[in-house]
């Protein structure tokens, strides 16, 4: 149904007069006097009793009024929205993010998202940056923020952008002896114990670990498997081993650890985001924009 004639019928209700309707609409009374005989063509009865002085409503008007009132109503929230959608005011963002950014970018992006976008709905889910790629093919997510030791080659269906490289330091407790230095050497860890991470099949970060340690000639003695970042921290602060983690993370400011870079142990993790090629998500450009001014300001 054509919403003019349904604006024209609201407005003689709401004036009591076609002629005071036509002001304020902006068109001559014939003009309105014509749309309203379409709709009573269309509704098949009269929507006014002409004979009174003002006009009043039959019963099929009073009927109608308030439903075409409320058709009107919705359709312009409609059109309210669907702008605020085409300029990414409004929508659904959902994010895959790697543990470790949770330190870094991840809070103050989604924050900041948050407060410009405040209508957006933003989901987050963790997923193991081996996983991320999979998850934006099935519309899981819209865009993933991922971590690798070395250099990541996205697939070919995939984009990604660099954010910022993240060395790794040793977190010791800050009681050791060893937490008074600036920097350590690779004989210093010898014999410590090691406070390593899962050796998932599917994440490659633990077995990148074990390999920076080994190349810079330490063999690190395994004395714990710490699932999450923060229970590693937990056990390098009880004085039960070391640690190897992102400087993202040292950045925290924690008191009851140490983190130092360790000679000859070189190894950075890159992080970066993760989009669809083919996929033009407003959204995403929006949040890809804030996790960039935020990653050159580290």
């Given at each position: 149904?054509?919403?003019?004639?349904?604006?024209?019928?609201?407005?003689?209700?709401?004036?009591?007069?076609?002629?005071?309707?036509?002001?304020?609409?902006?068109?001559?009374?014939?003009?309105?006097?014509?749309?309203i005989a379409q709709l009573e063509g269309l509704l098949g009865g009269k929507l006014f009793d002409r004979s009174t002085r003002p006009m009043k409503?039959?019963?099929?008007?009073?009927?109608?009024?308030?439903?075409?009132?409320?058709?009107?109503?919705?359709?312009?929230?409609?059109?309210?929205?669907?702008?605020?959608?085409?300029?990414?005011?409004?929508?659904?963002?959902?994010?895959?993010?790697?543990?470790?950014?949770?330190?870094?970018?991840?809070?103050?992006?989604?924050?900041?998202?948050?407060?410009?976008?405040?209508?957006?709905?933003?989901?987050?889910?963790?997923?193991?940056?081996?996983?991320?790629?999979?998850?934006?093919?099935s519309g899981l997510i819209h865009v993933g923020l991922a971590r690798a030791i070395g250099p990541f080659d996205a697939e070919d269906d995939l984009?990604?952008?660099?954010?910022?490289?993240?060395?790794?330091?040793?977190?010791?407790?800050?009681?050791?002896?060893?937490?008074?230095?600036?920097?350590?050497?690779?004989?210093?860890?010898?014999?410590?114990?090691?406070?390593?991470?899962?050796?998932?099949?599917?994440?490659?970060?633990?077995?990148?670990?074990?390999?920076?340690?080994?190349?810079?000639?330490?063999?690190?003695?395994?004395?714990?498997?710490?699932?999450?970042?923060?229970?590693?921290?937990?056990?390098?602060?009880?004085?039960?081993?070391?640690?190897?983690?992102?400087?993202?993370?040292?950045?925290?400011?924690?008191?009851?650890?140490?983190?130092?870079?360790?000679?000859?142990?070189?190894?950075?993790?890159?992080?970066?985001?993760?989009?669809?090629?083919?996929?033009?998500?407003?959204?995403?450009?929006?949040?890809?924009?804030?996790?960039?001014?935020?990653?050159?300001?580290?």
């Amino acid at each position: 149904m054509n919403l003019k004639p349904l604006r024209f019928f609201c407005e003689v209700v709401e004036t009591e007069s076609a002629n005071l309707a036509a002001t304020r609409l902006h068109v001559v009374p014939a003009a309105v006097s014509m749309q309203i005989a379409q709709l009573e063509g269309l509704l098949g009865g009269k929507l006014f009793d002409r004979s009174t002085r003002p006009m009043k409503l039959t019963p099929l008007g009073t009927f109608f009024y308030p439903k075409a009132k409320a058709l009107l109503s919705d359709s312009q929230r409609l059109l309210e929205e669907a702008k605020d959608l085409t300029l990414g005011r409004i929508g659904w963002l959902s994010i895959g993010f790697t543990r470790s950014t949770i330190f870094s970018v991840l809070p103050n992006a989604v924050f900041s998202m948050s407060v410009s976008a405040p209508k957006v709905r933003i989901d987050l889910t963790e997923i193991l940056t081996e996983h991320q790629g999979e998850a934006l093919r099935s519309g899981l997510i819209h865009v993933g923020l991922a971590r690798a030791i070395g250099p990541f080659d996205a697939e070919d269906d995939l984009e990604c952008t660099p954010l910022f490289t993240d060395p790794l330091l040793v977190a010791l407790p800050s009681v050791s002896p060893l937490a008074r230095r600036k920097r350590l050497n690779p004989g210093d860890l010898a014999g410590l114990p090691f406070i390593s991470y899962p050796k998932d099949p599917n994440s490659s970060f633990s077995r990148h670990t074990l390999q920076a340690l080994e190349e810079a000639g330490i063999k690190p003695r395994v004395a714990y498997e710490a699932k999450e970042i923060h229970t590693a921290l937990c056990l390098v602060a009880a004085g039960l081993g070391f640690a190897l983690v992102g400087k993202s993370v040292a950045d925290n400011n924690r008191s009851d650890v140490r983190f130092l870079p360790v000679k000859g142990v070189k190894t950075t993790a890159n992080v970066f985001a993760i989009r669809r090629k083919d996929t033009q998500h407003q959204l995403v450009d929006a949040f890809l924009d804030i996790v960039l001014m935020q990653s050159l300001a580290r």
